[in-house]
């Protein structure tokens, strides 16, 4: 039996990496806590209650002690399980560590709606009187007990200064429940939470969580450390049910979410990855001119890569050297040329592709540039003005730049070599000349009086 229960936790532990994937890779607070709800929120249903399949079947995988007696995380009162493969113990309850009432559900276990109801990760065996005394109130550390019976404790516990009921789990136990209810605020992010569920957690994606709930979850959960109960009991309600608790597979994605590693970004252990920079992220190159080659160096810090690495550009208009790193010199740091020759006119975009190493997707960072024109001289006509009398005399035309110019309309001559305006021969009223110099042309208006 040893041998068979050993050789299904060696299989669990091998799917692990395989469960997460490199999802979580880079990324850190609401992002990640996002990634992991999309990862645990489409799992089993399995059936509430004692029938074959249903809660009580999984039970006898997940909480059972060594001798085989229900392990009770509310009380001392040594149980058993019923003889067979079915059926419960009349003296316990299943209980709902976060309260079902906390996201609207009823009583009545028919006519359960929400898949929170149904969820073993937070699903446990329970002593009767301590699962009545606990009710639907928040965790907290009671400091006037109605009920103790050296497990759990019922009583007067302080939010701020509001003094309301709460729960307080034995001190070896504060763990599992800070765990489980962060659990429940990421596979279920997307719930309204009623009731007095509203003291501990917020209806949002991010945190999910009240400042008096993220508080005293950490604060437990930095206590009482992971054990080995908490790892044979997600292995279990993973094999019925699909998903897995992540804050007991990697305890530190607590800090990384909620704790004080909420502006670093996470990285499975050994997975290979750079710690600048991640994909998507942008490298803007200042304005240059067509032609016009500008350089940029960056550093690579990569860690735990497993071999080469290639560097490549998605155009023509940006180069990359060395197009080829081994994993040593990444993983000691190197710094890497950018070059941006801007084969045309406006916003230039490539991409540089970092691929290989062992890394699970190409690191794809974003190359930006813009090639500005060269600077066109402003041209205006000088020594024109703007009215003349019918007797004046002809009046030159010329512009303010050297070049080529044409000009015509009323009155407008070439003489010697030059164009004039004759106020006598365009008459009396306003008379609009155009111009064009190298390309560009213009108006300028005239009144003869």
Request: hydrophobic share 35%; aromatic share 14%; proline share 4%.
């Amino acid at each position: 039996m040893f041998f068979l229960f050993f050789l299904f936790a060696v299989c669990i532990l091998a799917q692990m990496p395989e469960y997460y994937s490199d999802k979580l890779n880079g990324k850190k607070n609401k992002e990640l806590k996002t990634t992991l709800y999309l990862l645990l929120k489409d799992h089993t249903r399995i059936p509430y209650g004692s029938s074959y399949g249903a809660t009580w079947t999984v039970f006898r995988k997940s909480d059972v002690r060594p001798d085989g007696s229900i392990w009770d995380m509310y009380s001392n009162t040594k149980r058993n399980f019923p003889s067979g493969t079915t059926g419960s113990n009349r003296d316990m309850n299943i209980e709902h560590s976060a309260p079902k009432s906390w996201w609207g559900e009823g009583a009545d276990s028919r006519e359960f709606q929400y898949d929170a109801s149904f969820d073993l990760h937070h699903l446990v065996p329970s002593d009767a009187k301590a699962n009545m005394a606990k009710s639907n109130y928040i965790l907290g550390e009671v400091e006037t007990a109605t009920f103790d019976n050296g497990v759990s404790k019922v009583g007067t516990a302080y939010v701020g200064n509001q003094a309301v009921s709460a729960f307080e789990p034995a001190d070896e136990y504060k763990g599992d429940f800070a765990r489980m209810y962060f659990y429940v605020v990421t596979c279920y992010q997307n719930y309204s939470w009623v009731s007095s569920g509203a003291k501990m957690f917020q209806s949002n994606e991010y945190p999910t969580l009240t400042d008096y709930g993220k508080e005293l979850l950490l604060k437990w959960h930095r206590q009482d450390p992971v054990s080995q109960k908490e790892i044979d009991r997600n292995n279990a309600v993973y094999s019925f049910q699909h998903n897995r608790n992540p804050y007991i597979d990697y305890p530190e994605l607590v800090e990384y979410i909620w704790g004080e590693n909420t502006d670093v970004e996470y990285y499975m252990e050994n997975s290979p990855h750079i710690l600048e920079y991640k994909s998507g992220d942008f490298i803007e190159f200042p304005d240059t001119k067509k032609g016009i080659t500008l350089y940029k160096t960056i550093h690579l810090q990569g860690k735990d890569i497993k071999s080469k690495v290639s560097l490549s550009i998605s155009g023509d208009n940006f180069v990359v050297k060395p197009t080829e790193v081994t994993a040593d010199q990444l993983n000691k740091g190197i710094d890497i040329e950018l070059i941006y020759t801007p084969l045309g006119l406006g916003w230039q975009s490539e991409d540089l592709l970092i691929s290989g190493g062992g890394f699970a997707d190409n690191i794809v960072i974003h190359l930006k540039g813009l090639s500005v024109p060269e600077q066109v001289a402003r041209i205006f006509p000088v020594d024109l003005k703007a009215s003349y009398r019918l007797n004046d005399s002809n009046a030159p035309l010329q512009l303010n730049v050297d070049g080529k110019s044409s000009w015509s309309g009323n009155g407008v001559a070439l003489v010697n070599g030059g164009y004039v305006f004759n106020p006598e021969v365009a008459g009396v009223g306003t008379h609009y000349l155009s111009w064009n110099c190298n390309g560009v042309n213009g108006k300028v208006k005239v009144i003869v009086k």
